[in-house]
T-cell receptor
């Protein structure tokens, strides 16, 4: 069964630009979460979507936004990029239901902001 | 206070030996889940093992086992018979049941990780 797919895998942007990252969850999974990973801050939760609704949000500025489509695919957008937004962005999917332990991650999108 | 603490920045182990990676957690939520993930240099987070706070037995998955000591709030990962391919960063993470009124299952809090190096 196909895993979590993230595109693009690598991208380079300049300050002030915006970027959109895409995540396709495992078939049957309705929850998609996004994480930012940096050497200094480690792994930090951005937000979670379930059935097209944002269910939870981390402590990130409003420049970070996301959405989920009816087929459970999700996108996250970062506007007005800053140097500090350079990071590995990881997407994770799960069934999103109680007593379901597993949360599966994709390979990530590595963003470099120049 | 840190919710997840991994005190070992780096660990070394000889191939075929067992190794324990430490993880302590802090929560007042009676319902929580504990995860271990492996992250090779490629960046993908690979799910290894999960332990629910109400699970009576320690979780095991192949060569991975989780030494869950609830009273001590520790959830150490034990890797038996280490292999060269086990060299990677290992993260301990926790999901708290009360997140978003108990409906958010996608939010994990991660530790800083432990880099494991397996020597031949």
């Amino acid at each position: 069964k196909a895993g979590v797919t993230q595109t693009p895998r690598y991208l380079i942007k300049t300050r002030g630009q915006q970027v959109t990252l895409s995540c396709s969850p495992i078939s049957g999974h309705r929850s998609v979460s996004w994480y930012q990973q940096t050497p200094g801050q480690g792994l930090q939760f951005l937000f979670e979507y379930f059935s097209e609704t944002q269910r939870n949000k981390g402590n990130f500025p409003g420049r970070f936004s996301g959405r989920q489509f009816s087929n459970s695919r999700s996108e996250m957008n970062v506007s007005t990029l800053e140097l500090g937004d350079s990071a590995l962005y990881l997407c994770a999917s799960s069934r999103g239901q109680r007593n379901t332990g597993e949360l599966f991650f994709g390979e990530g999108s590595r963003l470099t902001v120049l | 206070a840190q919710k997840i603490t991994q005190t070992q920045p780096g660990m070394f182990v000889q191939e075929k030996e067992a190794v324990t990676l430490d993880c302590t957690y802090d929560t007042s939520d009676p319902s929580y889940g504990l995860f271990w993930y492996k992250q090779p240099s490629s960046g993908e987070m690979i799910f290894l093992i999960y332990q629910g706070s109400y699970d009576q037995q320690n979780a095991t998955e192949g060569r991975y086992s989780l030494n869950f000591q609830k009273a001590r709030k520790s959830a150490n990962l034990v890797i038996s018979a280490s292999q060269l391919g086990d060299s990677a960063m290992y993260f301990c993470a926790m999901r708290e049941g009360r997140e978003a009124g108990g409906t958010s299952y996608g939010k994990l809090t991660f530790g800083q990780g432990t880099i494991l190096t397996v020597h031949p």
